[in-house]
């Protein structure tokens, strides 16, 4: 996920918006970390550079 991202994306459940914490990343893109809601607190997983922004009961439900 590219950085300049966070200027578009907000919070699916409250539109608040996120905070990016990143614990991979390379020189262009944010490989893993977590986008959390400032607002909610709810937070939502980048795994391979994407980041997975269905709410948390919607994501059990998608394979791995």
């Known amino acids: 996920m590219k950085e ?5 994306l907000c919070c699916p459940m409250d539109k ?10 390379n020189e262009d893109e944010v490989l893993t970390g977590t986008l959390v809601c400032a607002d909610c ?3 939502y997983p980048i795994e391979d550079g994407i980041p997975n922004l ?4 919607m994501r059990d439900d998608v394979p791995a």
Do not use: K, T, V, Y
């Open 4 to 8: 300049s991202l966070m200027d578009i």
């Open 54 to 57: 269905l709410p948390p009961d």
């Open 41 to 43: 607190g709810e937070s």
């Open 16 to 25: 608040g918006e996120l905070e990016l914490e990143i614990d991979e990343q």
